[in-house]
C-alpha cells in the first residue's frame, strides 16, 4: 500500500486517481503514528502538492508530520516527493526568510538550497524538456529528453551533484530530480505529464 501524505495542499486528488488507473492501491496517511514504528502499513510513501516552503514546513513541525519523514527518510524506505514534495527535503529555501531572527528550515534531507529564478517571466508554467543521467530508475524505459508538465517558481540546488538524476533548463540549468537510495523526488508534476508521466510513476510505485 502507498501512503499519500495530505498536510493540506493541493493536486492530492490527481495523484490518487493517478495511482488507481495503474492499479494501485493509494490511502491518505491519517497521522505522523502511521508512519513511524514497525507497524507502519505503508510499503511507500508519496509526498504530492503545491505550496509555500515555509507554511508546509510550519505545519509539517506543528502536526508531528516532520520528523516522522525524517525517521522514514533515515530508514531508507521508498518515497517520492513531487513538486512541493521536492523543495522540502533540502535545507532552506528563498521562499522562506527566517522568522522572528529564526530560519525557517526544510527536512534537511537532501544537503542544499531552493532559490527563486531570476527571471521576469516566473512562475514556470507548462512543458519543459528533461534530461536524466544514464542509469536513472525513476527514467527507466523512457526515451532522451522527455517533456514534463511543470509549474513552479523556485528549484532545487543540491549541494553534491551525485543526488540529482535530472536536469531542466528555465533561465537556469537546475536539477529537476534526485535520486538517494529509496528516496525519489522530481518538480514536475508526473500526475498531469500523460503518458511518460504515467510511466514514470509506474516504475516507482513497480520498481
Wanted: charged share 20%; hydrophobic share 40%; with cysteine.
Amino acid at each position: 500500500m502507498i501512503g499519500v501524505i495530505d498536510y493540506g495542499g493541493g493536486n492530492l486528488g490527481s495523484v490518487m486517481n493517478a495511482l488507481k488507473r495503474l492499479g494501485y492501491e493509494g490511502r491518505f496517511v491519517k497521522g505522523p503514528e502511521e508512519i513511524t514504528g514497525a507497524k507502519a502499513p505503508y510499503e511507500k510513501l508519496l509526498f504530492p502538492g503545491d505550496g509555500h516552503f515555509a507554511s508546509a514546513m510550519t505545519a509539517l513541525e506543528k502536526s508531528g508530520y516532520a520528523e516522522a519523514l525524517r525517521e522514514w527518510l533515515r530508514a531508507d524506505k521508498p518515497f517520492l516527493g513531487i513538486c512541493i514534495g521536492l523543495q522540502l527535503l533540502f535545507d532552506r529555501s528563498e521562499e522562506a526568510p527566517p522568522a522572528e531572527g529564526k530560519p525557517i528550515r526544510g527536512l534537511g534531507v537532501i544537503p542544499g538550497a531552493v532559490k527563486r529564478f531570476p527571471g521576469r517571466k516566473v512562475p514556470q508554467i507548462g512543458w519543459n524538456q528533461t534530461q536524466a543521467r544514464p542509469g536513472s530508475r525513476l527514467f527507466r524505459d523512457l526515451p532522451e529528453n522527455s517533456f514534463f508538465y511543470y509549474i513552479h517558481s523556485y528549484y532545487t540546488i543540491p549541494e553534491h551533484d551525485s543526488a540529482a538524476a535530472a536536469w531542466a533548463e528555465y533561465y537556469v540549468r537546475y536539477c529537476a530530480v534526485v535520486e538517494q537510495g529509496a528516496l525519489a523526488a522530481v518538480q514536475f508534476h508526473p500526475e498531469k505529464s500523460g503518458v511518460l508521466g504515467s510511466k514514470l510513476l509506474e516504475n516507482w510505485a513497480g520498481g
